[in-house]
């Protein structure tokens, strides 16, 4: 468990701190976040903003793992593996929760996990081939605007939506296109492999 693997680590446990904030009945219990009105039209409440900015340090833990790793040459296939399960443990989960709630077009969250699924899956196939395609630049940029899309959704979109300019929508809808253009690109480059034998 290197240094690099310990920061992904933190990224699932607050990944799972943040789907417990999301999904739990606080006030079954007879806990009510405090909510607040912006501009006499805009309800916001204080739990999605908690889990907002701890959707942005979970996000953050994300380039410091490989940055890490990178630097003091700690690559390992564990961490490859980790850094993975945790990224779509936690950008699919919240999309499915957000979609759940209305909050994001269900067509993005099951266009962006089916695209997971593919390319995760022939990932897998290659792999135990002994074969693996490079990171595609598009995939990090698709990944980069689903967090920023989900974080301003947990935002309430704010600012934007004082103007109002659905900001949030419009970049998960470019996350979701880029993600069916970067699963045709992983599909291309793993097919030579793929029909082999």
Known sequence: MNKANKITMSRIIMSVIIITLLLFPFHEIGIDFPTYLLNGKIVVNLKDIIVGFLFIIASLTDFFDGYVARKYNIVTDFGKMIDAI??????????????????????????????DIVVDSIKMVIGNKGHAVGAIYLAKVKTTLLMVGIVLTLFYNLPFELIPLRVSDFLLAIAAILSVITGVKYYMMAKPYLNEK
């Open 86 to 115: 945790s990224d779509k443990l936690l950008t699919n989960s919240v999309l499915i929760i957000l979609a759940c709630e209305g909050k994001v077009s269900t067509i993005i969250a099951v266009v962006i996990i089916m695209r």
